[in-house]
């Protein structure tokens, strides 16, 4: 059992393990749920040093040549909340300070170790520490702030002002491939459905099903600039919006205190935020929905 990265590791050992242990001996990998290896998009993830990385637009990246898919026998995907809380435990009760494709392999080595039976052996690689990691999966702000942490539900929470589960309704969000006018159709449709004036905007292929993650709020359009620059003659509906975008909008996680997040300043003046969930963009929230579940 291995983390794919680049592939070196679990093709060579694994080729070399099935050489001299035959018929036996399985070669699993464990990958990020949104890397190729596993069947992913090749979307942004939060675990560092595993899985292949592209976006889904950009011209397909070949695997490198070291990773020998024959040798592989299974890969299983790990979330990458799954793999963090790995780590942290194991830090916590068996004093080892791991990285977090080290949290993926062990993840996944534990889902193995119990569908195996009683004579199985389950060997599992760890392959990097978490020294560099201790600003990160080790630092409750940072995995707060992305939405990896949950948070102490006895106080008002982010989660209480704006609907984060997997029943939310769709994120409001515009793709930078939008036309101005696609864009300021969506923006009066939510004004006119509730949603705030501005929206996130980035690479994320829209849809559905889709929610961008938080490389993927790359900047925003706010309605009031866009039909602003319409009038002054500045934009045209047929311009795409990528030469429109303003700043990203700042964001929360859903764990972090209500009264917190509405004692930060409001960036450049404006009123809404982005709420993750395990690094994933679930909703849109303002200073007033902060302040009704704080009074």
Same mark, same amino acid.
């Given at each position: 059992?291995?983390?794919?990265? $680049?592939?070196?590791? =679990?093709?060579?050992?694994?080729? %070399? #393990?099935? @050489?001299?242990?035959?018929?036996?001996?399985?070669? =699993?990998?464990?990958?990020? $749920?949104?890397?190729? %290896?596993?069947?992913?998009?090749?979307?942004?993830?939060?675990?560092?040093?595993?899985?292949?990385?592209r976006h889904a637009e950009t011209v397909e990246d070949p695997w490198p040549q070291s990773y020998h898919q024959d040798v592989v026998d299974r890969i299983l995907p790990?979330?990458?909340?799954e793999a963090i809380t790995t780590i942290r435990r194991l830090a916590r009760e068996q004093g080892l300070l791991v990285g977090g494709s080290s949290g993926t392999a062990l993840s996944a080595a534990l889902r193995v170790g119990a569908e195996a039976g009683p004579e199985a052996v389950v060997v599992v690689v760890l392959p990097d520490s978490g020294r560099q990691y201790l600003s990160k999966y080790f630092d409750d702000t940072w995995l707060l702030r992305l939405g990896f942490l949950d948070g102490d539900?006895?106080?008002a929470r982010v989660?209480?002002?704006a609907p984060t589960d997997e029943h939310a309704p769709p994120l409001p969000y515009l793709h930078t491939r939008s036309t101005v006018g696609d864009a300021l159709a969506s923006l009066?449709?939510?004004r006119d459905g509730g949603a705030p004036p501005v929206f996130p905007a980035g690479p994320c292929p829209v849809g559905p099903r889709r929610r961008p993650t938080a490389p993927e709020l790359t900047g925003s359009v706010s309605l009031e600039e866009l039909e602003t620059a319409v009038r002054d003659g500045k934009a045209a509906p047929a311009d795409p919006i990528a030469?429109? #975008?303003?700043? +990203?909008?700042?964001?929360?996680? %859903?764990?972090?205190?209500?009264?917190?997040?509405?004692?930060? +300043?409001?960036?450049?003046?404006?009123? $809404?935020?982005?709420? #993750?969930?395990?690094? %994933?963009?679930?909703?849109?929230?303002?200073?007033?929905? #902060?302040?009704?579940?704080? @009074?």
């Open positions: 059992m291995s983390c794919v990265g $680049t592939g070196g590791t =679990i093709s060579g050992a694994g080729r %070399y #393990l099935k @050489e001299v242990g035959g018929g036996a001996v399985q070669v =699993i990998g464990a990958d990020p $749920t949104s890397s190729v %290896y596993s069947g992913g998009d090749g979307r942004p993830y939060f675990i560092e040093a595993a899985g292949h990385f790990v979330e990458d909340r539900a006895t106080h989660a209480d002002a009066r449709a939510g030469g429109r #975008l303003g700043a +990203p909008l700042p964001h929360f996680g %859903y764990g972090e205190p209500a009264a917190a997040a509405l004692a930060e +300043p409001a960036e450049r003046g404006l009123d $809404t935020a982005v709420v #993750l969930r395990d690094g %994933y963009a679930m909703a849109l929230i303002d200073r007033a929905a #902060l302040r009704a579940v704080t @009074e």
